[in-house]
């Protein structure tokens, strides 16, 4: 079994700063892309930034300058440092992992639960 879990959502005013973690824990062989997507009230999912295992990343244009998606290979970990925050970022915030659990399986997508992210004066 796979789960993985975020942490550090909660109100912000505008213009302020939050960290997200997510940690995946488990049967691990090995961990591909790590990703952040993001949820708003009457709105579909979106990806807000991903990074490979490589370190490479991508950001969603919405978010390009403010957040930066990091991760500790050695932990499972995926961080989202997410600054200078604006309404619009209010969300519930999911974590995404692409997880091989065997030497002989294939790479699965996992999902966290969601942390919610409001940005309000």
């Known amino acids: 079994q796979v789960q993985l879990v975020e942490s550090g959502g909660g109100l912000v005013q505008p213009g302020g700063s939050l960290r997200l973690s997510c940690a995946a824990s488990?049967?691990?062989?090995?961990?591909?892309?790590m990703g952040w997507y993001r949820q708003a009230p009457g709105k579909e999912r979106e990806l807000v930034a991903a990074i490979t295992s490589g370190g490479s990343t991508y950001y969603a244009d919405s978010v390009k300058g403010r957040f930066t998606i990091s991760r500790d290979n050695a932990k499972n970990m995926v961080f989202l440092q997410m600054n200078s925050l604006k309404p619009e970022d209010t969300a519930v915030y999911y974590c995404k992992a692409n997880i091989k659990v065997s030497v002989l399986g294939g790479y699965d997508d996992y999902w966290g639960q969601g942390t919610q992210v409001t940005v309000s004066s």
């Open positions: 488990g049967s691990i062989f090995s961990i591909n892309t």
